[in-house]
């Protein structure tokens, strides 16, 4: 429950609120509060206890002063907190949906965990180092919003705006991009030496291996992992010794478009063609497929293989491991990247 004492002195109006605050230190302690019906414009609430406050609706703007404020789980529905200074406050899991205003509003190390903005204004917001954990943003404009070192991690962006975001910090030349996803990816591009050597050397070396090794097919792996090492390359495996019913089409996806070349043994017809019939339409990355003699490639190999002849090669039929091995330089490998 909120101190009386502090509710009173509340309700004397900001002016005499903010002077009683100059004059005396101490944290508000207004938990819980209903302050609805209360002016708020320019109020000094900083370090203040909110935590399950109702302020649903209050016009907080002129300046309002919210930094290291406890909000947690309050109700901030359709607030107006537009240029106000929320740096550090806390407002995990606290509702500030339907429409909030943050235009401009200053939030520099604010916890939005959980937090609900869906719809809400956050057009030029001062987002840099803020936690976005799980917060919900869906529908929430975002436009030209400065997110220098704020963590982005399982954030609902269904329908929002997120054009002209602000990567850098503000003593460098502003980089921008229109997705608080990728933000950190791509700033550790233009900052980290090492991701990018990284990145470099997967794509000229990184070799994907997709099939299904189980049992005694794993050394049709471990030798082709081993032997492509020898060669200077990097071997990525992904084995599709799963559950049925799970898709692993985006995975798939993705580390094909980080390789030079694909691998993809399809002696067994349970493989893979439901991810490569995804993958190659999309991924301009050449596919070798590899089968042991006497097996049948899977039905739609025939018409990938038509229609993306650039990037489907013919199936290597292998009589044994060592076979394959021995046609890896020739009739893999060259044949493969140097068409």
Known sequence: MA????????????RAWNQWRRNEEFNPDLRGADMRRVN?????LSGACLI????SSVDFTQNANLR???????NLTAVKLSGCDLSGANLAGANLSGKAQLVGAYMRGTNLSG???SEANLRSAYLTGA???????SGADLTNAEIYGASAWNVELQGAKQQDLVITAQNEPAVTVDDIEIAQFVYLLLHNEKIRHVIDTVGKKGVLLLGRFTEGRIVVLERLRDELRKRGYLPIVFNFDKPETKDFTETVRLLAGLSKFVIADITNPKSAPLELQATVP???VPFRPIIEEGEKPFAMLQDLWIKHRDWVFEPIHYSSVDALIASLDEKIIRATICR
Do not use: C, F, S, Y
């Open 40 to 44: 708020l414009k320019g109020i000094d």
């Open 3 to 14: 101190n009386p004492e502090h509710l009173t002195r509340l309700l004397q109006g900001v």
């Open 68 to 74: 290291w404020a406890d909000l947690r789980g309050a």
């Open 282 to 284: 999309d991924i301009m």
């Open 52 to 55: 399950g406050a109702d302020v």
């Open 115 to 117: 937090a609900d903005l």
């Open 131 to 137: 936690v976005l954990v799980e917060t919900i943003l």
